[in-house]
């Protein structure tokens, strides 16, 4: 029998594989943040399912270099900080509220400074 806590990840597992999938199709959605939520959910609660990830042809190589240096490939850094930006310029250009300019414009630098210091897998 399964023990609650197990299920749970498996639950978080099942979610995130799904919203990293349909993140694959839709430009809005990413994908990487996703599977590295399935991959930590997995690696509790599912060998299988942490298997799969790892030695998936598309997904593994990204999942690995993040497992073992915590690295993100070059593309993806460049298209996290473009899509940042062009979300922030957006919300410029729609006249958000300042608090929710200045707040995600603190958010998004925050992230973007994060995600640019790791190392290029």
Known sequence: MLSLQRCLYIVIAIITLALGIVGVFLPILPTTPFLIITL????K?????EAWLINHKTFGPPLKAWRTRKAIPRLGKWLACIM????????LIKQ???ILLVSLGALFL???IYIVTRPTA
Not at 45 to 49: E, F, I, K, T
């Open 40 to 43: 930590w959910a997995a690696s």
């Open 45 to 49: 609660s599912s060998p299988r399912l």
């Open 84 to 91: 940042m930006s062009i979300s922030w310029c957006i919300l």
């Open 96 to 98: 958000s509220p300042p």
């Open 110 to 112: 925050g992230v973007g």
